[in-house]
């Protein structure tokens, strides 16, 4: 069976009160590797927002639906995600809420 290969898809999710500068420093790792890099990026997340929990529920969704369209257009059959401290959480809560969500269950070799 012939056809394009698809992606392997790395994803980054940074954690609160940060810019995420190592996401951008891994990209050409990943991508030395064949794996494409995709960081969530939502800016600054100052931590008295993180102990609101409507504050917290709007990022676990707006994560939520980014990995649910980054799945679909790229047509992955798996992804990895790589993420630090709140950036784990969001991960971990949006994959709960999604049970068909293509996430690779080993480590990268």
């Keep these: 069976m012939g056809g394009l290969r698809r992606p392997r898809v ?26 494409v890099p995709y960081h969530i990026d939502f800016g600054w997340f100052h931590a008295l927002k993180f102990l609101v929990p409507w504050t917290r529920e709007r990022q676990i969704e707006a994560t939520r639906n980014e990995l649910r369209n980054l799945v679909d257009k790229v047509n992955a059959r798996r992804i990895s995600i790589i993420a630090h401290s709140f950036g784990t959480l969001l991960a971990m809560q949006a994959l709960l809420r999604v049970q068909d969500f293509p996430v690779e269950d080993r480590p990268i070799s």
């Design 10 to 35: 790395v994803v980054t999710i940074h954690g609160i009160r940060t810019h995420g500068q190592w996401q951008k420093a891994i990209t050409p790792y990943l991508a030395s590797h064949g794996l």
